[in-house]
């Protein structure tokens, strides 16, 4: 019997657009592959179509909030719906940057310091949190805690700037986190069940890898093979396999780090739902380990176990 697969794309999300581009790829893919596929927008009735379409599976193409934080997997779970990529409480932890990075320090993996505000309890400019952001030392990062895509993000060089950066950051999530920047060299690697696909290195113009040198910049190059020595990439391989079983992750994702002129990777972050646009780096590290487009989008859909009540 052929599968009917929904493809879950869009949503309500800032990233709803890169969401869009992710699903219509992966659809066209799955049509390509004689797959019967369609297209199911979150942000409309999703879950009346859901459950009256009859779906043997989801393929998840969301980003963001609604998508990538275990509430759509929560909502699929109780449909019995199987779908790609990490679970609830995996896709939960991961999007919070700093409860992902408690996570990591206790398990004694690099992560660089920082410093978390809530907007309901802004305690931001008392005299011992601007202590702490001198502690730190400039320049600093100021970062929407549950967002993707590098939305929002604010490269702060004075106490002056503070302000502003933070205005920008709380309007993209009601929590923060002020982390110490460094400049170095940036990595992802991306993984697919338990095999690790070749590292990329992102090469960019500017200090900040944000969203405008993500999705918009020609400017930014990207390098796979990355370059680096068998040590360092034996090292990284190691690092970015611990930090991503940490947080529980499973499926396909990838995990960014930078390089520092010490030769210390810092783990920055986890993206459990990576996109599939024309510019996204999870497709171009399994083009370089010889897996197609096609390939790929259906060894995700194969990757996952099944529910715990299908067992």
């Known amino acids: 019997m052929n599968k009917k697969i929904a493809v879950l794309f869009g949503g309500t999300s800032s ?3 890169i969401s869009i581009k992710s699903g219509n790829a992966v659809r066209n893919s799955l049509l390509k ?8 927008d ?22 963001g909030r609604g998508g990538e934080d275990g509430s759509i997997q929560g909502v699929l779970e109780y449909l019995n719906i199987p779908y790609t990529g990490s679970g609830i409480m995996a ?11 408690l996570i990591w320090k206790a398990c004694n993996l690099p992560i660089l310091p920082d410093i978390f505000v809530s907007k309901k309890n802004n305690n931001l400019f008392n005299e011992h949190t601007i202590n702490r952001i001198l502690h730190l030392q400039f320049p600093i990062l100021i970062k929407p805690n549950n967002q993707g895509s590098s939305i929002g993000i604010q490269l702060v060089h004075s106490l002056s700037e503070l302000n502003s950066a933070v205005d920008i950051a709380f309007n993209y999530d009601n929590n923060i986190l002020i982390e110490k920047f460094i400049q170095g060299q940036e990595y992802t690697v991306s993984i697919l069940g338990k095999q690790i696909l070749p590292t990329i290195h992102i090469s960019k113009k ?7 040198a993500k999705y918009e910049s020609s400017s930014t190059k990207y390098c796979c093979p990355s370059g680096l020595n068998d040590i360092q ?9 611990k930090a991503w079983n940490a947080l529980n992750c499973e499926g396909h994702g990838r995990i960014d780090v930078i390089l520092d002129v010490k030769n210390q990777f810092w783990l920055l ?11 996204s780096l999870f497709p171009m590290a ?11 989008i259906l060894l995700i859909l194969n990757i996952k176990k099944p529910l715990l009540h299908d067992q």
């Open 91 to 101: 896709s939960a932890i991961a999007i919070d940057k700093f409860r992902s990075k």
């Open 269 to 279: 972050e986890v993206n459990t739902i990576p996109g599939m646009t024309e510019r």
């Open 206 to 212: 500017y200090s900040l890898y944000d969203y405008h």
């Open 42 to 63: 979150t942000r409309d009735d999703f879950i009346t179509k859901l459950k009256n379409y009859n779906f043997n599976q989801a393929y998840i193409a969301l980003h």
């Open 33 to 40: 592959s004689g797959i019967n596929a369609h297209l199911i």
């Open 286 to 296: 399994a083009k370089a380990d010889g897996i197609s487009f096609d390939e790929l």
């Open 15 to 17: 990233e709803r657009s």
């Open 233 to 241: 990439e034996k090292n990284l391989r190691k690092i970015a396999m």
